[in-house]
């Protein structure tokens, strides 16, 4: 009499708290590479992609989006109990996101100017990431994420190596593909010298700067560069607003940021 045995497939949840769904919609953009991820898991929670839900734990919960309810708080303290393994996709859950922008004011003038009711609105002081609230165990950037990122992450997880991403910045990506920098040949106010990798270095690629949609690099020198535009004549001020977009919570842009924010702050 023969036996066989079973192998369960490992489970992984997609998570979304205050976002766009940007970083979600990037799994599913890999269209054929997607056909075999999922049949290599059992995706237990992904509402981008099915209605099925099935209970924890899970090997890995993906997470998209920021912490800015009582409740978000609650829920991912959940997520990280059921999860073994969980990891923040986007600039939302690593950093707050372009929400974060509340961090920089009072929300309650926030709410004030847009909502007829504002007493309705129950939301945190702040936009923050999900390492802010529980552990986290990889935390991959970008606005959105680069899919073949993703990809990475989820074939490593599932090996049990430790995924292989980039930690350079996009200017040197440029300067490896031949683009003309667009700081010193048009003076053009640029984020790429502090910026991580990720995107293919799309916005110097066709003339424009690097708005920082990855975040800050490994070891972002955002004074050095802070200094090198205001040479170029850009406003102590507009310097502030280039740290403040897409990543304007994590913490070398928040400080660059704040230590640029009116016309008379020293360098």
């Known amino acids: 009499m023969s036996t066989s045995t079973v192998v369960s497939r490992p489970t992984i949840a997609v998570w979304k708290f205050s976002s766009c769904d940007g970083c979600q919609l990037s799994l599913l953009d890999c269209e054929d590479e997607l056909l075999g991820v999922v049949g290599a898991v059992q995706i237990s929670e992904f509402k981008e992609l099915t209605r099925t839900v099935v209970e924890g734990p899970y090997d890995v919960s993906f997470v998209e989006g920021s912490i800015t309810t009582a409740d978000d708080v609650e829920r991912i303290r959940a997520i990280r109990q059921a999860s073994s393994m969980l990891v923040t996709i986007g600039a939302c859950a690593t950093s707050g996101g372009i929400q974060a922008l509340r961090n920089y004011a009072d929300v309650g003038e926030f709410t004030t100017a847009v909502y007829a ?54 200017c040197q990506q440029c300067k490896g593909r031949g683009t003309v920098c667009v700081m010193v040949a048009h003076g053009t106010p640029c984020l790429g010298p502090v910026t991580k990798t990720g995107c293919g270095a799309l916005c110097p690629a066709v ?53 640029n924010d009116s016309p008379e702050t020293g360098g």
Not at 211 to 217: M, Q, T
Not at 232 to 238: E, H, M, W
Request: some cysteine; glycine content about 8%; charged content about 20%.
């Open 207 to 259: 003339d424009r700067g690097c708005y920082g949609c990855f975040g800050p690099s490994d070891s972002a020198n955002t004074s050095s560069l802070a200094r090198q535009l205001i040479a170029l004549g850009t406003s102590r001020v507009d310097v502030s607003r280039l740290f403040r977009t897409f990543n304007a919570g994590a913490p070398a842009f928040r400080e660059e940021s704040l230590r």
């Open 117 to 170: 009711h504002p007493e309705y609105i129950s939301t945190l002081a702040q936009s923050t990431g999900i390492a802010d609230h529980v552990r986290v165990d990889f935390e991959l950037r970008g606005c959105p994420i680069d899919r073949y990122q993703l990809l990475e992450v989820i074939t490593a997880t599932l090996s049990g190596r430790k995924p292989v991403i980039p930690g350079h910045t996009v």
